[in-house]
């Protein structure tokens, strides 16, 4: 119902020493700040230190980025049959929240 109606919706809940936690925001965008980092000029070389020489600490670029979540049930729908591997890797109380 929240996906359908462009609704973010949280879900979680904690059990002992166990918890999960579930996002669904849709299509999500969000600005994040990143150090900037300076352009070596291709003719000027002091060191190995010189490629990726940062500027001050304070100077930082916004990067735009976009990510899209998947529905509550697509993410409960997985195939355990095919992945051996990721069926060791999975906590058993995964199963209990089905």
Not at 37 to 62: F, I, N, Q
Not at 73 to 91: P, T
Request: net charge neutral; hydrophobic share 35%; with cysteine.
């Amino acid at each position: 119902i929240c996906h359908r109606n462009g609704v973010k919706f949280f879900s979680g809940d904690v059990f002992g020493y166990h918890g999960y936690m579930f996002a669904d925001l849709g299509e999500h965008d969000f600005v994040e700040e990143k150090p900037k980092v300076s352009k070596v000029h291709p003719g000027v070389e002091d060191g190995p230190d010189t490629k990726k020489a940062r500027l001050d600490s304070s100077e930082t670029t916004m990067v735009k980025k976009r990510v899209a979540f998947c529905r509550l049930h697509e993410a409960l729908e997985l195939d355990w049959s095919r992945g051996a591997a990721q069926l060791k890797r999975a906590a058993p109380d995964y199963f209990l929240l089905q």
